[in-house]
């Protein structure tokens, strides 16, 4: 499974736009691109998933460029509710999938 | 139900004691795994189940830990004389099957071993 990188932790404020890029220089061809949120005391739950261009639903956005080393999850108008971990994890996006979660962005939304 | 279920929802337990841990899937899920959470960390893997096989029993970390599965349905984790290291929130989550990539999490029950 390939590795990934993502910043440890962002701050922003109340309505603003919100980009988590995470690297994964070792993605293979059949490799997707999977995006988790965690709240406290919770369980990870799925946001988005992309294999190539863009990606959007009710939640967030999903940008990846052609090369697929890197993915960019964007959170429009974020509200404190968002606070949260975000996870970035690269896997097949079909049969069994062992998710390899990282430590994940810690995102603070203030008011 | 309509989402996953796990209990207990806490669990605090003496050293060297052994502990169950149970995991009621979404109805018609047929894959469930079992995840370890130490405070501040990512999730680390412990088993699989397609049905009530485990093809990958890879994650678990040493043979104090063991799981089994009724069915399609409940699935329990068993952790025999308990450590300190042990202490961290176990996750459970489910899918429909092979071809579902979104799993579905439980809330999880935190284990504090003193």
């Known amino acids: 499974l390939a590795k990934t990188t993502q910043p440890i932790s962002m701050d922003s404020y109340e309505g603003q736009e919100v980009n988590i890029t995470c690297s994964h220089n070792?993605?293979?061809?059949?490799?997707?691109i999977t995006w988790y949120q965690q709240f406290p005391s919770q369980g990870p739950r799925f946001i988005i998933q992309?294999?190539?261009t863009k990606v959007t639903n009710e939640v967030a956005s999903l940008f990846i460029p052609a090369d697929r080393k890197s993915s960019t999850l964007s959170l429009p108008r974020v509200s404190l509710s968002d606070t949260a971990v975000y996870y970035c994890?690269?896997?097949?996006?079909?049969?069994?999938?062992?998710?390899?979660f990282g430590t994940g962005t810690r995102l603070l939304v203030s008011p | 139900g309509a989402g996953v279920s796990q209990s207990p929802s806490n669990k605090v337990t003496e050293k060297g004691k052994d502990v169950e841990l149970r995991c009621d899937p979404i109805?018609?899920?047929?894959?469930l795994y079992w995840y370890r959470q130490r405070l501040g960390q990512g999730l680390e893997f412990l088993i699989y189940?397609?049905?009530?096989?485990?093809?990958?029993k890879s994650g678990l970390p040493s043979d104090r830990f063991s799981a089994e599965r009724t069915g399609e349905s409940v699935s329990t984790l068993t952790i025999q004389r308990t450590q300190q290291e042990d202490s961290a929130v176990y996750l459970c989550?489910?899918?429909?099957?092979?071809?579902?990539?979104?799993?579905?999490f439980g809330p999880g029950t935190r284990l504090t071993v003193t």
């Open positions: 994890l690269v896997g097949e996006g079909t049969g069994f999938q062992k998710l390899v």
């Open positions: 989550a489910s899918t429909r099957g092979r071809m579902s990539y979104e799993q579905y």
């Open positions: 189940f397609q049905g009530n096989s485990a093809p990958d």
């Open positions: 109805s018609g899920h047929t894959a």
């Open positions: 070792n993605i293979a061809t059949n490799d997707y």
């Open positions: 992309g294999y190539k």
